[in-house]
């Protein structure tokens, strides 16, 4: 029995190492397009998205490739310049892969787990309330770090729609004032030459 | 010259329907089928939900009751649905009243704006109301029930006459009032008959959900007995208050028990021999009716199925647990599981043990238990970052842009959506740093009482492995 866990927990480790962490997708991507996507740079074997419960967290996926170099590769050139995926300009972020984002994992170790109701009586007791608080606490602090980040997004997003918006006007009076003829009577006018873009 | 174009990715718009439980026909003509359940964007909804109702223009969204779903011959799938009216909409009548700030008042009496027929389309998602009344009808809803729910109402307003009023009638939109109060929800979610028969009783899933976990390594023992459970129950038309425990009524005990211990015998002896349902139905299912908690605290390297092995050996219940997967914004010191259990009073239970008590994993950590706040299923979180124009007269373009958003593809330095992707990366990185130091900053403080705690070793028993 002990060589096959310890086998298994290789193979699984291996695996992590080929697999990619992707994160800031949107909701709208789907497996064939994150397969579509990573396929340009290596052979896809498996794509699982990470499952969202918390009205706090992301879209996240994991993607396995078939060697570790094409893995680490990609890591590397999504680091260099924005990928973007079903949408722009948001790109997304690649990252090794971790072993607690895998949901099927072997156990780490042999080790056996201990665990006890410990007894109010115990010099340990008030220490260990306040471990739990301080989790709570932590926790707290983590949602209060996402809540800002999100508003700090949304406040990017709107900040870059209006900036869009404002340079598609432009680019639209230009077009309009090329089309209709008024571009040509203004430079008749100032007698310059119109250069044919 | 190169700008963003239209986004192209209303190919997925194509939101996923399916009916569920028929009911009886009806209409003048019989020409309308009646349901009892439908799936809708990835929800399940059922007779007697509350939902929001949205459609375009409206500042926010209304609350109603489905009382009624169904099909006419014209295959427009149609809800009726009574009202809950937010305290500005009755602003005029209520006077110098105490409003509580998520409270609604049940529509009720004859007249207008009591119930409407709307399209099936227009519902937006799932409402936790519950209900607060005092009424003999109602189940009392528990201090838990309350603090999760999205609104309460105790009080009812009359459409007829403009009053509101803390009495409820005997009949709203002629429907038995008992629909409106508090419903144990695992009463209506079965689909089987009264199983006085020895037969396996399957249970098929209603909902279309698509499991993208399947959760190998548990096996479903307790979904399945919970199921059973249920069925128990609407064949002997148990009374709300005890769900969840086997309170049979008194002429059937022997058959129940006998039944439930044949079940028992089976699980032993084989595991998995009936089609599980994958964990994101049976988690929404415990989330509903109480039944999920979230344990914090725990060694991020921790499995699935020990944290159920410390389950058993602690409370001595059987529960389906799972880690949740981590991500890149979660810390690495607190592993999180969500843990099934088969009843709301076992979740109780477990919660209030380990509050009061301390629940040490490996002697240095205490885990904390809580109820969670799940997302709503089928509405995706917010996500920023893709931005979209819509303009009639590049549409000749259409296509080749069309192309360029759908290819994943890496920008190209000239473009504006380089510049734009840039802005985002920095702020990207910018809150990574936060998120380090975040952590890093938790991971002293945790370091400096798990030394406290090592200073003083305590007697300690192992009893799990």
Known sequence: MEPSAEAEYAAFAEKVKRTIYLDNLSHHVTKSVLETALDQFGNVTNVEFIPAYFKSSFCAALVEMESVKQAEEIIREMGDSPFMISGMPRPVRAQKAQMEMFEDRPRKSRRPIVCRWMDPNDPNFEAAKKFKDLTKKHAAEAAFLMEQQLAEEEKLHNQQAETLKSNYKKYELIDVAQNDGTVKRLAARYNTKLMDA | ?465
């Open chain 2, 1 to 465: 010259m190169s700008c963003l174009r239209e986004e192209n990715t209303k190919a997925a718009e194509e939101i996923e329907f399916s009916w569920g439980r028929k009911g009886g026909l009806g209409g003048k003509n019989l020409d309308r089928q009646h349901y009892e359940s439908f799936t809708y964007d990835g929800v399940e909804y059922f007779l007697y939900d509350s939902v929001y109702m949205w459609s375009e223009g409206q500042q926010e969204p209304h609350i109603g009751k489905i009382v009624e779903i169904y099909e006419n011959h014209h295959l427009d799938k149609r809800v009726k649905v009574v009202w809950y009216f937010r305290p500005n909409e009755v602003q005029r009548w209520l006077k110098d009243d105490p409003v509580l700030s998520n409270e609604l008042f049940l529509g009720s009496g004859v007249g207008q704006g009591l119930f409407n027929i709307n399209p099936l389309e227009t519902i937006s998602g799932k409402c936790n109301v519950v209900c607060k009344s005092k009424d003999k009808r109602n189940p009392e809803a528990s201090i838990e029930e309350l603090k999760m729910s999205d609104y309460v109402f105790y009080r009812t307003f009359d459409v007829g006459n403009c009053s509101l009023s803390e009495r409820f009638p005997d009949k709203i939109a002629g429907v038995e009032v008992g629909h409106f109060f508090n419903q144990r929800k695992y009463l209506e979610t079965d689909t089987h008959p009264i199983p006085k028969e020895n037969s396996k009783v399957t249970r098929v899933p209603n909902s279309s959900f698509k499991p993208e976990i399947d959760n190998d390594s548990a096996v479903e023992k307790d979904e399945h007995l919970e199921t059973d459970n249920f069925t128990n129950k609407k064949g002997l038309k148990c009374s709300a208050a005890t769900a969840g425990r086997l309170a049979c009524s008194s002429s059937s005990a022997s058959d129940c028990h006998h039944w439930k211990k044949r079940k028992l015998q089976d699980f032993e002896d084989t595991s998995e021999w009936y089609k599980k349902q994958p964990w994101e139905e049976r988690m929404q299912r415990a989330h509903e009716t109480g039944a999920l908690v979230l344990l914090e605290n725990l060694d991020p390297f921790l499995t699935s199925l020990e944290v159920e092995d410390i389950v058993l050996n602690a409370f001595n219940k059987k529960a389906s647990a799972k880690m949740i997967q981590c991500s890149a914004l979660s810390s690495p010191h607190n592993g999180q599981a969500l843990v099934i259990f088969k009843s709301k009073e076992d979740a109780d239970t477990a919660i209030s043990m380990l509050r009061t008590r301390c629940l040490m994993i490996g002697d240095v950590r205490p885990v904390v238990g809580s109820r969670p706040l799940l997302k709503n299923p089928g509405q995706p979180s917010k996500y920023f970052g893709h931005i979209t124009i819509n303009n009639l007269k590049q549409m000749q373009q259409a296509d080749y842009m069309r192309n360029a958003v759908s290819t994943s593809h890496y920008s190209q330095p000239n473009t504006i959506a380089f510049e734009m992707a840039l802005e985002w990366c920095a702020l990207v990185m910018r809150f990574n740093l936060c998120w380090d130091a975040l952590f890093e900053q938790q991971a002293k403080e945790i370091a400096d009482l798990k030394t406290h705690l090592k200073a003083h070793p305590s007697k300690k028993t192992k009893f799990c492995s």
